[in-house]
């Protein structure tokens, strides 16, 4: 039996004052690095004002997840490897932290910020839960316009979740799809007229 990996369950933040800076955590679940990349961009568009916004992230469900993280102008070793420490110190992969940091005037020393940027991780992880990642399989559908509504009586009754819907003559949707229901929705499918399937590949 494979070994049950984990990400966080939802996306949180944490706040706190740490020797007058302010830090703040923000954590996601991610199943790839161009995901990571989108949120840590994000995070960093709304504190563009912030003194430093290092991060760190895991990913895969292999024996080696992929791993990474960024100082941000942090001395080398204080912000993003903390960060990192957090996620695997909570046995999560598929999962992005960000820590933001306000300057407040006081220095930190290096024994300071790396319990600082590990502490506020680890906080923001918490407050983020965890959930396990469910195995899944891509699908890229394709249908009539008559057929939407039954389609997705399927889609729902399989907890398919639609990633992209393109409506040109037909109807193209891109799925993700929990693998313990690939049999039950291929039937379902084939059973209707008018629908087409690919599997671009595991996803």
């Known amino acids: 039996m ?9 996306r949180a933040t944490h706040e706190e004052k740490i020797q007058r ?24 568009r709304e504190h563009a004002t912030a003194t430093h916004n290092c991060y760190a992230y895991a990913l895969g469900t292999g024996a ?9 102008g942090e001395p080398p070793g204080t912000a993003g490897r903390p960060i990192l420490n957090a996620i695997r110190k909570t046995g999560l992969t598929n999962t992005v932290v960000v820590v933001t940091r306000y300057f407040g005037g006081k220095k930190l020393g290096v024994r300071g910020l790396i319990d600082a940027y590990h502490s506020v991780a680890l906080q923001v992880l918490a407050k983020a839960g965890k959930a396990p990642i469910v195995p899944s399989f891509t699908l890229i559908l394709t249908c ?11 889609l729902h009754a399989c907890q398919a979740t639609t990633l992209e819907t393109t409506y040109g003559q037909q109807v193209s949707l891109r799925l993700c799809i929990p693998e313990e229901n690939r049999e039950e929705l291929t039937s379902a499918l084939s059973r209707l007229a008018g629908v087409t399937w690919t599997q671009p590949g595991k996803n």
Not at 2 to 10: G, H, I, L, N, R
Not at 64 to 72: A, C, I, T
């Open 144 to 154: 009539d316009y008559a057929q939407l509504s039954p389609v997705n009586q399927v």
């Open 21 to 44: 800076s302010v830090f703040i955590g923000h954590a996601a679940p991610v199943a790839t690095e161009d995901e990571a990349r989108d949120f840590i961009a994000q995070i960093r």
């Open 2 to 10: 494979e070994e049950v990996c984990y990400t966080v369950a939802a």
């Open 64 to 72: 080696e997840p992929f791993l990474y993280h960024n100082d941000h």
